[in-house]
């Protein structure tokens, strides 16, 4: 597998769909991960999070494309606001509990993500939703 997955603070859908090509650009505020699968991954930490269902929530348009084609290609997601909100609001504690669970998932399906590395994602994914909060602006995730 080898997935470049980029977390990105824009102040809209729009703005955010233009990254589509190339990325976001270096004026963005963003993360940078590779080899998992983030819109699974926005869906199962929604779930572990708020809880609720896998299917229910991809059935609900979750993760929600701004730009491009999931299935071939470049692709720009957006984190839901119920996923924001939770990030935001998660202590250190949770969000290490959260990354234990999602690590455990992905486990059980035959991908390994060492508990470290899924607690850095995890957390360094929070913090950057807290910074676009304060910024009036939302995250995005461009995955190549």
Not at 39 to 52: F, H, I, P, Q, S
Not at 66 to 81: L, Y
Request: hydrophobic share 45%; net charge negative; charged share 20%.
């Amino acid at each position: 597998m080898s997935i470049i997955v980029k977390f990105f603070v824009a102040p809209d859908d729009t703005s955010a769909g233009l990254a589509l090509k190339t990325g976001p650009g270096r004026a963005s505020e963003s993360l940078s991960f590779g080899n998992f699968h983030p819109e699974e991954a926005v869906v199962e930490w929604e779930c572990l999070l708020v809880g609720g269902g896998f299917e229910e929530l991809v059935e609900a348009g979750e993760p929600r494309v701004v730009a491009g084609q999931d299935n071939d290609g470049c692709v720009v997601f957006a984190i839901s606001p119920r996923l924001t909100t939770a990030l935001a609001d998660a202590g250190h504690a949770m969000l290490s509990d959260v990354a234990a669970s999602w690590a455990e998932l992905r486990a059980e399906d035959g991908e390994v993500i060492d508990t470290e590395i899924a607690e850095a994602i995890v957390g360094d994914l929070a913090a950057l939703v807290s910074s676009a909060r304060r910024q009036n602006q939302s995250v995005y995730c461009w995955v190549a």
